[in-house]
């Protein structure tokens, strides 16, 4: 008999693909937020501006991952430039959550991202903020 092309014919095609043939289920962000602290695993008070009174910048990840142990990275960028790509694991979990930090001085002033990206390049989210020179009332 032929396969038609509907998606009920598809969905039984894929389970019936061998198991060491189906991908890895993809990591799901949920939620990212930088803040200047960081209290029982989550962002104190998440925002997009700050100052240069404040001593670092945290970005915090909350993530699904049905997968195994797997790295991700933060990789932060001033004005487009790479500063910084640390290297976070992350375990199999519907709800895990993981941060790394950038230390605030003057010479960070500007406009930065920061982007969720795996080993093989996949970027899942980014989130930009910016370091101002002055005092934010």
Same mark, same amino acid.
């Given at each position: ?10 969905? +039984? #095609? ?11 289920? &993809? ?9 200047? %602290?960081? +209290? ?5 008070? &998440? ?17 699904? %991952?049905? %997968? ?17 790509? !640390? ?14 930090? !950038?230390? +605030?001085?003057?010479?960070? +002033? ?13 970027? #899942? ?5 910016? !370091?101002? %020179?002055?005092?934010?009332?």
């Amino acid at each position: 008999s032929t396969l038609s092309s509907s998606s009920a014919a598809s969905d +039984v #095609y894929k389970r019936q693909l061998p198991a060491d043939s189906i991908e890895e289920e &993809p990591i799901t962000v949920l939620n990212i937020a930088t803040g200047s %602290n960081i +209290v029982n695993r989550s962002i104190e008070i &998440p925002d997009s501006i700050f100052s240069l009174d404040i001593e670092r910048i945290y970005c915090l990840t909350h993530l699904r %991952n049905w %997968n195994d142990s797997k790295t991700i990275y933060h990789k932060w960028y001033q004005e487009g430039e790479l500063r910084s790509k !640390i290297s976070l694991e992350i375990g199999r979990s519907f709800n895990w959550r993981t941060w790394s930090y !950038i230390t +605030v001085y003057p010479e960070r +002033v500007g406009d930065w991202k920061v982007v969720v990206e795996d080993s093989l390049g996949i970027r #899942y989210d980014s989130l930009s903020f910016k !370091i101002m %020179n002055d005092q934010i009332e």
